[in-house]
């Protein structure tokens, strides 16, 4: 009998195992309810992912102070300083958690680490602003939300530098639909694509859908949901430019009804009171020009 | 001299007749070049993840190629009993120990290089910058650290029973000073004595190798480390190399070389 040479048995199996992958691969796609829109990390770590994710987020903010970040053993930063303009808050300007070094040893070993506080926003370790780019942090935000589809501080952290530092609104909105369809109605999600919209496209009357959208949401919440003090702050922010939106289309009424909504929540419902009393006098003044209805 | 740099260059042909280094350095370049390929919003500027990923997959390339490398030097003679015929000559047992961490610490130089020239490669054409000193400067202080972790591997084939228990321990030890030893001071002070003395005393007397890790440095553009620091810890690094060449020497003098 004639022998076969060893490339044509390989050849054989090769076709073969093509075949065989063209018959199962579209089946085994779907086990578990699986479909190919899955991502890696899902197929690759199943929901145990979800225990990355912090720790994603955290890389986020080591890199946005360029490396100078205190480990587990130093003073541990409560709040992120990559998270704090998305959030509302003034950049931290402190954080210097290593004090005098304690020996030679650790002396010495400043020289060949991050030694200094400094933020990427502000041009990171050399300064300069046109060298050192918050672009850095994203693959962060974005790994950190692939992990946990349900962490809404990486969408609103990525979406708020993609919007406000690197000019990239259609980036930031991507980012916030993918957040929204993996939080369907979450109103953070909608009070920031609001703002993509307001700031970033200046579409005011998309970002007045969006942010009606937002507070209906929010109102839909339970109780529970309504008196934390984040949730309050997205309600209060959220009306607050509905109220600006309406009152720059000359919409006093609708935009007292908004601040009336603020007052519920605000820290500080005499100022408030005190915006609707304007808005009220301005109402009630006689109208000399035409307004341009919305 | 001529015998030890004789010895050290068998063991730089060793580097390049084995598969590790190719293995190790193909897994880095597949994995470096396969993260440096994923745009994130459309961004192809975005580069100190990749800098960071190739430069954690060279440290540990280098140390598995070092340790692996040195743990066998002398065991291996031993096993294949050419460690006989080569002291019948006129070498020394010192200049054997001394050769092959020559030759171990030559050869992790030469991986070292190839390594960052293909870090520079990848990271230059992304970001269109070439900070040619920041590498070097980079290579210099892994290269010492190897140094020292390439004497301390020699010490421990020499008193360990089996290549892979040198490594196995070696490279935990290694691991442990680079996660935890500049750590330690804090440690010592959040304990009650005699703890804070007994970890006070492994803080000092271990040698600090992540003195020579400037990766971070490196990633995030924090410019070159003062030369004279440099200087400083590679004196550091020589005193331990010294150090475990010695003991490791005091260890093989009196070491019964036939293999039962």
Known sequence: MRKISPYWSLLLLLAACFTLATLFVPRAANWNGQSQSDDAFKLLLGEGRRLFANQLFVMGDVYFHSGYYPSMFDNQETDKDVADPAHGKAEDKGGDFLGPPKDWIEALNRHFVPNRHTHLSSGGATGNAKAASVEEILPWMKLSAEMNPQMIDSYTVGSYWLRAVLNKPADARDFLFEGLRNNPGNPQLLFDLGRVYDEGFHDTNRALNVWQAGLRHWQAQGEDAKTNTQSQFVCEEISMNLAHLEESVGDFSNAVHYLEIVKQVSPDPKGIQKQIDELNQKAAAPVSTNNPAH | ?260
């Open chain 2, 1 to 260: 001299m001529n015998t030890v740099f004789a010895l050290a260059g068998i063991v730089i042909k060793e580097l390049y007749r084995r598969k590790d280094f190719y293995v190790l350095f193909v897994l880095t370049a597949v994995i470096t070049i396969a993260a440096a390929s994923v745009q994130f919003f459309h961004d192809s500027h975005i580069v100190r993840y990749v800098k960071d990923l190739c430069l954690l997959l060279i440290w540990i390339s280098a140390l598995l190629v070092t340790i692996a490398m040195a743990a066998r030097q002398i065991p291996s003679e031993r096993e294949n009993r050419t460690i006989f015929p080569l002291l019948a000559k006129p070498v020394t047992r010192g200049q054997v120990i001394l050769g092959k961490f020559l030759g171990c610490w030559l050869a992790s130089g030469i991986a070292l290089v190839v390594f960052y020239l293909f870090f520079a490669i990848v990271t230059g054409t992304r970001e269109q910058n070439w900070p040619v000193l920041n590498y070097i400067q980079a290579l210099l202080l892994q290269w010492i650290m190897l140094g020292i972790v390439t004497a301390m591997t020699l010490l421990g084939s020499i008193f360990l029973a089996a290549p892979s228990s040198t490594v196995t321990i070696v490279f935990t030890i290694v691991a442990g000073i680079l996660f935890l030893g500049r750590h330690l001071n804090v440690v010592a002070i959040h304990n009650t004595e005699p703890l804070r003395d007994i970890i006070y005393t492994i803080y000092f007397l271990i040698p600090h190798l992540e003195l020579f890790d400037v990766r971070e440095r490196l990633v995030n553009d924090w410019g070159l480390v003062n030369w004279l620091d440099c200087l400083l810890a590679a004196l550091y690094g020589a005193g331990y190399m010294m150090l475990f060449l010695l003991l490791a020497w005091l260890g093989f003098r009196r070491k019964n070389l036939s293999v039962s």
